[in-house]
Structures are given as structure tokens and as C-alpha cells.
């Protein structure tokens, strides 16, 4: 049966690190979206027992039922998740699940170590925030670890996912997005863009991936192609491009013709029903490895 807390009370010692890998309690600091569900049911496969520490107003409820004890945190609340993972006897950590940036910006509301975190780090931008709270839990002795580590089968390797390749045309719109958006994942503003017809439409900000494609639409982007990328500094550790159903979903509303993911750092939700849903909708489907696309000098 779970235990709730509702105010994660301070608890005893660290656990144990002797305690062998991936046996252990896990921690799961969760967002929003599918990625912490996938994690507490494979902890819990594994015979885990599952510790989340959830930001108010972005969990799946389904959470609940798979957590062996649960607490509700607001974004920057780093003392009470430490208290509540000791408390529990958790080593090893997952940060998994986005929040919504409207949110992090209105309503962050960081602890005394939060503050202590960010004393140093002048933006709000998603990387400076997340790495800079991730290094209060390693000062404490926590393992953060990969979500690939936890969920490597949503970390597709270089190919095509889907049932069609990109088309001449696509595969041109696809490379001039992806230098887009590794420009603007540099200055840590997002992970996505959107080209068609030898133009980008639109770049990914603090509105999201839905409302990226959305502000294609309105700009005459039938047939362009989405482009989901690693920022070039990001800690692989933390907010990871991610895509799924609804990403297809709206691609599909929209009459966007492709999609295009960094192999090896992007993870899918639900792999399988992803790629079927491409396939349905005839939206090409494909991981790649470009360092510089298109033969244009990147330096």
C-alpha cells in the first residue's frame, strides 16, 4: 500500500553505497509525461522499490499506484526531495518528465538549498536550472543517473524508424532544422525547429514542442519536417528532446510530412505505438547522427 507524505518530514543517514547497483530503492524526481510511469514499472520489474518526489501539477496520477511512498514538491524544492530520498534509504536518482516552462518560470519557488544552488547561476533557462539543482544532490552523495541507463530501449540507435525514408526534399528541410535548432540549443532555448521549402518556419522556445508546430501550421507548413535535437552543452542526465503518439499526433493535424530525432540522445515514448502512429499517418520517421548536415561549414 503507498504512503503518502505530505510534507516530507527530515529523516536519518544516507543509504548505504555499498548497496549494490540497481537493487536498491530508486528515486524518481518526476515531471510531466509518460517517461515516469516507464520508470517506476521497470524499477519496480526489477524489484525495486519506487521513491517519487513529484512537482505539483505536472505528474501522471498514474504515479500513485506505482510509487511505494510518494511526495508532492514544488520546482526548486531541492531540501525537501534530499530529506524525502534519505528518508526512504535511496542512493541512485532519475530525473525524468518536463515541466511546463510557463511554470518554471511563474511559479518557482526554490528552498534554501535551491537558492544555494542557483546563487551562482544568472538565467532560468532549463539547462542552468537543472544542472545547477542535480549538483546539490550529488554534494549530498546521490547518483543521478541517465533515464537511457533506466530506459534504453526508448534511445533509438541511427535509421529509419518507420516504414518510409525522407524524400530529397525532406532530407534538405531536415538539415537546415537541424542546424537551427543546435544554434538554438547552444544559447539553451530549445530543442526543436521546423523547415519547409528551404526555409525554417519556426523554432522551439519556452512555448514548447506542440506550440512549435502550431506556429508552423499558421504558416502554410504542410509537408515540413520537425527536427528534435540534444543541445550541444546538455547534461544527458537531465531534459533529454523527447517524442511520442501526441508529438505524431499533431504532426499528423498539421500535415507535417516528417520527423527527424538525434540517434542516441532523444528518447521515444512508447516506441512501438510511436512508430505505428508515423506509419499511419505516413509521416517519415528518423534517427540520425549529423555532426555537421548538408556539407555546410558549422565552425
Known amino acids: 500500500m503507498i504512503n503518502v507524505d505530505q510534507e516530507s518530514l527530515p529523516g536519518a543517514s544516507m543509504a548505504d553505497t555499498t548497496v549494490a547497483r540497481n537493487s536498491g530503492p530508486l528515486g524518481i524526481l518526476a515531471g510531466n509525461g509518460g517517461f515516469p510511469v516507464e520508470a517506476a514499472r521497470v524499477a519496480r520489474a526489477q524489484g525495486r522499490r519506487v521513491i517519487i518526489a513529484a512537482h505539483r501539477g505536472e505528474f501522471d496520477p498514474a504515479l500513485v499506484e506505482l510509487a511505494d511512498e510518494l511526495t508532492w514538491v514544488s520546482v526548486g524544492a531541492v531540501s525537501k526531495v534530499i530529506k524525502f530520498f534519505r528518508r526512504h534509504s535511496v542512493h541512485q536518482v532519475v530525473v525524468l518528465g518536463g515541466i511546463n516552462k510557463r511554470n518554471l518560470i511563474k511559479n518557482f519557488r526554490p528552498d534554501w538549498r535551491g537558492v544555494r544552488a542557483l546563487a551562482n547561476t544568472f538565467t532560468r533557462a532549463d539547462d542552468a536550472v537543472l544542472s545547477a539543482l542535480l549538483r546539490e544532490f550529488e554534494r549530498d552523495g546521490f547518483e543521478v ?123 521515444i515514448l512508447d516506441p512501438v505505438a510511436t512508430v505505428r502512429a508515423a506509419n499511419r499517418a505516413g509521416i517519415a520517421f528518423v534517427a540520425v547522427n549529423w555532426d555537421c548536415p548538408g556539407n555546410v561549414d558549422c565552425s
Open 145 to 267: 543517473i541517465a533515464p537511457m541507463e533506466l530506459l534504453p530501449e526508448s534511445v533509438p540507435e541511427a535509421g529509419v524508424l518507420g516504414d518510409r525514408d525522407l524524400t530529397s526534399e525532406e532530407l534538405f528541410n531536415a538539415q537546415l532544422a537541424w542546424r537551427a535548432a543546435k544554434a538554438i540549443g547552444a544559447l539553451d532555448i530549445g530543442q526543436g525547429a521546423i523547415a519547409a521549402r528551404t526555409v525554417v518556419l519556426a523554432l522551439e522556445a519556452v512555448e514548447g514542442t506542440d506550440a512549435l508546430i502550431e506556429r508552423a501550421v499558421s504558416l502554410n507548413g504542410r509537408g515540413a519536417v520537425l527536427v528534435k535535437v540534444c543541445k550541444p552543452q546538455q547534461d544527458q542526465r537531465i531534459d533529454l528532446p523527447t517524442v511520442g503518439p501526441l508529438t505524431i499526433a499533431a504532426l499528423a493535424k498539421g500535415e507535417l510530412g516528417a520527423l527527424v530525432i538525434e540517434a542516441g540522445r532523444t528518447m
